[in-house]
């Protein structure tokens, strides 16, 4: 059965700094990896989506590698802002397409 | 503007009621899925439905029941079996289920609270 972890839970950070937020999965028959954002009390917005055949994507100060033998995907995030503090959820599809969630990354980033 | 919405915002249900929570979406998705999140942790799958007129249990199917007689609107029932129902539920839909193009698109959530 798939399984999801995220670690670490929170990571604060100081403006301007590049980061990367950890994603690891127990299959590694994903057929894709979706990174979300969450802010307090919202749903969920989809950041970046990697397909199994794919290793990254990238969109803008975004960065998500997907590395299927190692069973891990990352998220990079550039020149951080306080606008970026949020929860980072990162969900593999597995052979059903079911989507395995991660607990989360609370993510603050100080000014 | 496309996109999901999810009614009510906030939902109170007093123990034996049962509740209905709202989603709708004009993005033309044929699936559709429910999501349940507790405090701290991800998201668990209730329903989720292919095409209208099927759907399927998700891994905590218990208590609660769905309908899907239109592509754009997927309601879910949270039942008086539903032990534990204090939760935010996620509405979410994609193009198709197995193809390429599900990538998962949420709504804003409805926080329901049992008194």
């Known amino acids: 059965k798939q399984e999801v972890t995220q670690i670490p839970a929170a990571l604060s950070v100081p403006e301007g700094e590049n980061l990367v937020l950890n994603c690891s999965f127990t299959d590694s028959a994903i057929y894709n990896l979706q990174w979300f954002r969450q802010d307090p009390g919202k749903g969920l917005t989809s950041l970046l989506l990697?397909?199994?055949?794919?290793r990254e994507q990238t969109s803008g100060r975004l960065n998500a590698s997907l590395d299927k033998s190692s069973g891990r995907s990352t998220l990079y995030i550039a020149a951080s802002q306080p606008g970026d503090s949020a929860t980072y959820l990162c969900?593999?599809?597995?052979?059903?397409?079911?989507?395995?969630f991660g607990s989360g990354t609370r993510l603050l980033v100080r000014p | 503007d496309g996109g999901i919405t999810q009614s009510p915002k906030y939902l109170f249900r007093k123990e034996g009621q049962n509740v209905t929570l709202s989603c709708e979406q004009n993005?033309?998705?044929?699936?559709m899925y429910w999501y349940r999140q507790d405090p701290g942790q991800g998201l668990r799958l209730i329903y989720y439905?292919?095409?209208?007129?099927?759907?399927q249990k998700g891994d905590i199917a218990e208590g609660y029941s769905v309908s899907r007689e239109k592509k754009e609107s997927f309601p879910l029932t949270v039942t008086s079996a539903q032990k534990n129902p204090t939760a935010f539920y996620l509405c979410?839909?994609?193009?198709?289920?197995?193809?390429?193009?599900?990538?998962?698109?949420f709504g804003p959530g409805t926080r329901l609270t049992v008194l």
């Open positions: 993005l033309n998705h044929d699936a």
């Open positions: 969900a593999g599809m597995d052979s059903s397409y079911k989507l395995i």
């Open positions: 439905s292919q095409i209208v007129n099927d759907f």
């Open positions: 979410a839909s994609s193009i198709d289920l197995t193809g390429i193009y599900n990538e998962q698109f």
């Open positions: 990697i397909q199994s055949s794919q």
